[in-house]
């Protein structure tokens, strides 16, 4: 976990440069298909993040939970995020 957690704070730094440079655009009056463009650039890296997450939690947390016998408890935060991420 520790080296992926590493990476995901590096990439959420990332994040938060495009977040800085779009306010910047703003200010500037940037071409709206511009902003657009960096918009979607992050909310792309964000679930990027999030796929990452995900693959770490199912593949430690779950993994625990259903070798301690709490498939159910596995089985609801599945589903949980599963439904999070539909919305």
């Known amino acids: 976990m520790k080296q992926t957690k590493q990476t995901l ?7 938060e440069g495009q977040i800085r440079g779009l306010q910047d655009m703003l200010y500037k009056d940037s071409y ?3 902003v657009i463009t960096q918009t979607s650039a992050v909310k792309n890296a ?3 993040i999030e796929d990452a ?5 199912l593949s430690t947390c779950v993994i625990h939970q259903i070798k301690k ?3 159910n408890t596995a ?3 599945i ?3 599963y439904r ?3 919305k």
């Open 9 to 15: 704070i590096r990439r959420l730094k990332i994040i």
């Open 32 to 34: 709206c298909i511009d």
């Open 46 to 48: 964000l679930s990027g």
């Open 53 to 57: 997450l995900m693959e770490n939690h």
């Open 69 to 71: 016998g709490k498939e």
């Open 75 to 77: 089985i609801e935060e």
């Open 79 to 81: 589903l949980k995020v």
């Open 84 to 86: 999070t991420k539909r």
